[in-house]
C-alpha cells in the first residue's frame, strides 16, 4: 500500500497547492460529480478489458481506477488509512462465511 499512499499524498498535493494543467487539479475543480462519473467509467473500462481478457490492458485499467478512487477519496476526506484499516478487519475475519440461505437466492 506504500505506492497508494505516495500518490495519494501527490494527490492531496495538487488540491492544497494546484498546478496549471494537471489533470488532478482539473478533476478537483470540476468537483465530486466529475471525479464520480471517472470512477464510474473507470470500473466499467476495468470490466470490459477483463471480460475481454486482456491483462496487460486490465491491469492498466486498474491502475485508472484505482487513481481516481484515491481522487474520490481525497475529495471526501478518506484518508488511506481508514480504508486500510478496514481490509486489516476484513483479513482477520478470513474463513467466516456468511450463512448462505436458500431461500435469498430462490427464483
Not at 499524498?9 to 488540491?15: D, K, N, P, Y
Not at 478537483?28 to 486482456?54: H, P, Q, R, W
Request: with cysteine; glycine share 6%.
Amino acid at each position: 500500500m506504500d505506492v497508494l499512499k505516495e500518490l495519494y499524498q501527490v494527490i492531496l498535493q495538487r488540491r492544497e497547492q494546484p498546478q496549471e494543467g494537471s489533470y488532478t487539479c482539473y478533476l478537483f475543480e470540476k468537483g465530486l460529480d466529475k471525479i464520480l462519473k471517472k470512477v464510474g467509467e473507470e470500473s466499467s473500462e476495468v470490466i470490459i478489458a477483463a471480460k475481454n481478457g486482456e491483462k496487460t490492458e486490465t491491469v492498466g485499467e486498474i491502475c485508472d481506477l484505482l487513481y481516481h478512487l484515491l481522487v474520490m477519496m481525497a475529495q471526501e476526506g478518506i484518508p488511506v488509512e481508514d480504508v486500510e484499516a478496514v481490509l486489516e478487519q476484513r483479513r482477520q475475519k478470513i474463513g467466516n462465511l456468511k450463512q448462505f440461505h436458500v431461500s435469498d437466492h430462490e427464483s
